[in-house]
């Protein structure tokens, strides 16, 4: 069983900073790529970020070089760091591992979400 735990969600002032973090853990073996979506309040979750294990990376257009994506392989973590934060930026993050390999085969995973709430 994979499990993806994240945290650093907090009440943040606009054009304050937040780092998230997330941990995958179980029985990995390898882990493709691992990113972060968001659902803003009354709207369908999209894309943030996303790395993958060659360190490549992926920005949403919103990003607008606030953000950014770094990845620990060895300790299957990925963090986000925001900065510039907009009242636009409050959402529910959620951490997501693609392509995770493990003795059962090959499979995408979810994280619970962590709120991040950007105060005017």
């Known amino acids: 069983q994979v499990q993806l735990v994240e945290s650093g969600g907090d009440l943040v002032q606009a054009g304050g900073s937040l780092k998230l973090s997330c941990t995958a853990s179980?029985?990995?073996?390898?882990?493709?790529?691992m990113g972060w979506y968001r659902q803003c309040p009354g709207k369908q979750r999209e894309l943030v970020a996303w790395?993958?294990?060659?360190?490549?990376?992926d920005y949403a257009d919103f990003v607008q070089h606030r953000f950014t994506i770094s990845r620990d392989g060895a300790k299957n973590t990925v963090d986000l760091y925001m900065s510039s934060l907009k009242p636009e930026d409050t959402a529910v993050y959620y951490c997501?591992?693609?392509?995770?390999?493990?003795?059962?085969?090959?499979?995408?995973?979810w994280g619970q979400g962590t709120r991040v709430t950007v105060s005017s």
């Open positions: 997501s591992a693609a392509g995770v390999v493990t003795a059962k085969g090959m499979y995408d995973y």
């Open positions: 790395i993958t294990k060659n360190a490549g990376t």
């Open positions: 179980g029985n990995i073996i390898d882990i493709n790529a």
